[in-house]
């Protein structure tokens, strides 16, 4: 069953509220939305939004309008390619999908608009209060794609991919559920596999270099993963698996 949130709960998408205000440190909005697309935010987006003031189903299949048979995380969805694409193959699976730019989520609204999708939630703030309010064990899989790198040594600590964040989502994770990490930054990969390599919860599954230099099954190419390519970074694609 799926609650929808009042359009006054929300207010202006992106906004931060509650508990984890603060954490967030990326951009929250752009250039001003077209028409169809402020249409999307003020009448699509109250009824998609995820209500963390209820407590969390015991089962997060119910969250969607049509429950299915697990549930998938994106963190950070930019402009929400590869969430639609993956929530347009995969019907029987309920996507939910985090971003705090509003002009992002947007861009998700008019996929899910022109897909007529039925199995994907949102939430357009701080991604880690849907990981806390989420219930054990009951996501399937976990994409954190092209996260920003905050490559300034002294920003490293608002970098995404860090010990305690390992142990959040771990608490989240079902046992053998991937997540799958992508980047351009040799730097960020360097740091994430530092991490994985001392938590006790994951393990990283690439055993030859092809493993990690090649896309995953279905994969959907990004514009930022052109840009990348384009200017000379190339991605590197890691799965860690929950033990």
């Given at each position: 069953?799926?609650?929808?949130?009042?359009?006054?709960?929300?207010?202006?998408?992106?906004?931060?509220?509650?508990?984890?205000?603060?954490?967030?440190?990326?951009?929250?909005?752009?250039?001003?939305?077209?028409?169809?697309?402020?249409?999307?935010?003020?009448?699509?987006?109250?009824?998609?939004?995820?209500?963390?003031?209820?407590?969390?189903?015991?089962?997060?299949?119910?969250?969607?309008?049509?429950?299915?048979?697990?549930?998938?995380?994106?963190?950070?969805?930019?402009?929400?390619?590869?969430?639609?694409?993956?929530?347009?193959?995969?019907?029987?699976?309920?996507?939910?999908?985090?971003?705090?730019?509003?002009?992002?989520?947007?861009?998700?609204?008019?996929?899910?608009?022109?897909?007529?999708?039925?199995?994907?939630?949102?939430?357009?703030?701080?991604?880690?209060?849907?990981?806390?309010?989420?219930?054990?064990?009951?996501?399937?899989?976990?994409?954190?794609?092209?996260?920003?790198?905050?490559?300034?040594?002294?920003?490293?600590?608002?970098?995404?991919?860090?010990?305690?964040?390992?142990?959040?989502?771990?608490?989240?994770?079902?046992?053998?559920?991937?997540?799958?990490?992508?980047?351009?930054?040799?730097?960020y990969a360097a740091y994430a596999l530092a991490r994985v390599?001392?938590?006790?919860?994951?393990?990283?599954?690439?055993?030859?270099?092809?493993?990690?230099?090649?896309?995953?099954?279905?994969?959907?190419?990004?514009?930022?993963?052109?840009?990348?390519?384009?200017?000379?970074?190339?991605?590197?694609?890691?799965?860690?698996?929950?033990?």
């Amino acid at each position: 069953m799926v609650t929808a949130t009042p359009p006054a709960a929300i207010a202006e998408a992106g906004a931060p509220s509650g508990p984890g205000e603060g954490r967030f440190f990326g951009r929250r909005k752009g250039k001003a939305l077209r028409a169809h697309q402020a249409g999307l935010i003020a009448e699509e987006l109250p009824d998609l939004r995820l209500d963390l003031a209820a407590p969390a189903p015991a089962d997060p299949t119910r969250l969607f309008h049509r429950p299915g048979r697990e549930v998938h995380l994106e963190i950070g969805f930019g402009g929400g390619e590869h969430l639609a694409m993956r929530a347009a193959e995969s019907p029987d699976i309920g996507f939910i999908g985090c971003e705090a730019y509003v002009n992002g989520v947007a861009k998700l609204l008019a996929h899910v608009e022109r897909g007529a999708l039925a199995n994907v939630r949102i939430w357009n703030d701080d991604a880690v209060r849907v990981i806390d309010w989420l219930p054990p064990a009951s996501i399937g899989r976990v994409y954190l794609l092209y996260p920003d790198p905050w490559p300034k040594r002294r920003h490293r600590k608002r970098r995404f991919l860090q010990a305690e964040m390992l142990e959040r989502l771990a608490r989240i994770m079902r046992s053998g559920a991937e997540l799958r990490f992508a980047t351009d930054i040799d730097d960020y990969a360097a740091y994430a596999l530092a991490r994985v390599a001392r938590s006790e919860a994951f393990d990283w599954t690439a055993e030859r270099a092809a493993d990690w230099l090649t896309p995953w099954p279905g994969w959907q190419s990004t514009r930022y993963e052109q840009k990348a390519l384009r200017e000379g970074r190339p991605p590197g694609y890691f799965t860690f698996r929950r033990r």
